[in-house]
């Protein structure tokens, strides 16, 4: 630029550059033209669109979070934000796009629904747990561990289906009102959880965690993708529909 204008417009200092005084006047000149083409340019890049998808705690933590980098970088105008909670929330009030509900979900007419995974609980726990012991094969060796209990309190289906005909478990138990409280408590290996496999499958090619029953049970319950009809962000929203699925169909 120097040589272009034939003028000086830097001192050389030791620890840098100065400004001399005509760099200081062509500096003072130039700095609106070059703040309105910087404006310029901002303007024509895409505007982020920002859309909320409401979860459940356990969905976030255990299998979401893990997967939001590959969204990020897949569909960085796409500005996700996480609304974490057992409450339902609404679509209207909360300004949620998107949710992913667990259950057999009843929606009004104005919703649409669609099947996103099936629940398939697998009993998992440390195997520094079973250091010095064998992993139990049959009921009696079972009540000898503590059970891990969340919320849904499915451990006497699980048990009923596993060992027919035995009688209630007598174990010690531990009670957690969140999935991924039971989970991480399992990985700390104090005891035995039930948990849905998809959420500790991370866990258990690790080996933070191991399968202690062959039995994997499948619900009547799932979790479900629910969104308004007449959506805001239909466009976003159906990338983040097919990116939730895609992610489901390959783990």
């Not at 272009?4 to 030791?14: G, H, I, M, N």
């Not at 499958?201 to 965690?209: C, H, N, P, V, Y």
Request: hydrophobic fraction near 45%.
């Amino acid at each position: 630029l120097e040589a272009r204008l034939q003028l000086r417009l830097f001192e050389r200092l030791p620890r840098g550059l100065a400004l001399t005084d005509a760099g200081l006047r062509y500096s003072a000149s130039i700095r609106s033209a070059l703040a309105m083409i910087d404006e310029a340019t901002r303007l024509l890049r895409p505007q982020a669109t920002h859309l909320t998808v409401s979860v459940t705690p356990t969905f976030a933590s255990k299998w979401l979070i893990p997967r939001l980098g590959h969204f990020t970088q897949c569909y960085p105008d796409i500005d996700l934000r996480v609304l974490a909670s057992d409450r339902l929330s609404h679509f209207n009030t909360d300004g949620v796009d998107l949710a992913v509900r667990y259950g057999t979900p009843e929606v009004g007419t104005g919703l649409n629904c669609e099947l996103l995974m099936q629940q398939c609980l697998v009993a998992v726990a440390s195997p520094a747990l079973f250091e010095g012991a064998a992993p139990p094969t049959c009921f009696t060796h079972l009540q000898g561990f503590v059970m891990l209990h969340d919320a849904h309190q499915y451990w006497p289906q699980y048990l009923a289906e596993c060992f027919p005909g035995h009688p209630a478990m007598s174990a010690r138990n531990l009670r957690f009102n969140q999935t991924s409280l039971a989970i991480d408590a399992a990985i700390d290996g104090q005891g035995i959880a039930l948990a849905n496999q998809a959420f500790v499958a991370r866990d258990l090619s690790a080996g933070r965690l191991v399968q202690v029953l062959p039995l994997r049970l499948r619900l009547d319950k799932a979790f479900y993708l629910v969104w308004p009809r007449k959506a805001v962000q239909a466009q976003a929203l159906g990338i983040v529909r097919d990116w939730l699925r895609d992610q489901v169909d390959s783990s």
